[in-house]
């Protein structure tokens, strides 16, 4: 089964951050994007802010921004496409995702649809 990851980081709680706590956070990433890819669970990986774009259609007409849309004190960081094989085994590797201590991991199983 897959499961999409969203991480949500808390800015405000992230802004308090000693210099060593984000050298703890980043080095915590690094140990975890390892894990992820040896594990071989990965499936797809996006961070923030890279290649963000935000599309809205008002009135027929398709608008685009760099960026996220919505300013909020949890914004989303990123997110992991894995594979697993239940919840449980999912929640085990949300638990080792870094802003899940600076935030949230939202949870969400992937349905596939096929077209016959």
């Known amino acids: 089964m897959q499961y999409l990851l969203l991480i949500y980081n808390d800015s405000e ?5 000693s210099k ?3 050298e703890v956070f980043a080095k915590d990433y690094g140990e975890f994007n390892a894990f992820v890819q040896k594990s071989g669970s990965l499936r797809g990986i996006a961070t923030y ?3 963000v774009t935000t599309v809205r259609v008002n009135e027929g007409k398709t608008l685009t921004m760099d960026g996220p849309f919505a300013e909020a004190r949890e914004g989303v960081g990123g997110f992991c496409l894995i594979e697993a094989p239940d919840l ?8 080792r995702i870094p802003s899940a201590r600076a935030g949230a991991v939202e949870i969400r199983p992937v349905m ?5």
């Open 20 to 22: 060593a706590e984000h």
């Open 88 to 95: 449980d085994a999912a929640i085990k590797i949300a638990e």
């Open 49 to 51: 802010p890279a290649g």
């Open 112 to 116: 596939v649809h096929t077209s016959a």
């Open 13 to 17: 709680k992230m802004k308090g951050f």
